[in-house]
């Protein structure tokens, strides 16, 4: 992901000459959020993808009603 892109972009050298070796506080901060960020994603993932498929069908399904009573109320 992207803390893992970042965590190899400091190491080759992209933020600069003070920031590419291994024990700056730049390149901790990279590992944390690589190794935090990995399991948030893991988890976090599948769990919105089913929610993002829920609120799709909710709205698939109850858009036409809202627009149907807005008409209902509009031509009165």
């Not at 948030?40 to 929610?51: E, M, Q, Y």
């Amino acid at each position: 992901g992207a803390w893992d892109n970042a965590k190899k972009y400091i190491e080759c050298g992209g933020l600069g000459e003070n920031h590419r070796h291994k024990g700056c506080l730049t390149h901790a901060a990279a590992v944390t959020g690589d190794t935090v960020g990995d399991p948030c994603k893991d988890t976090a993932g599948p769990s919105i993808h089913v929610l993002i498929k829920l609120l799709a069908t909710v709205t698939l399904v109850i858009g036409p009603l809202y627009l149907n009573q807005v008409a209902v109320y509009a031509s009165d």
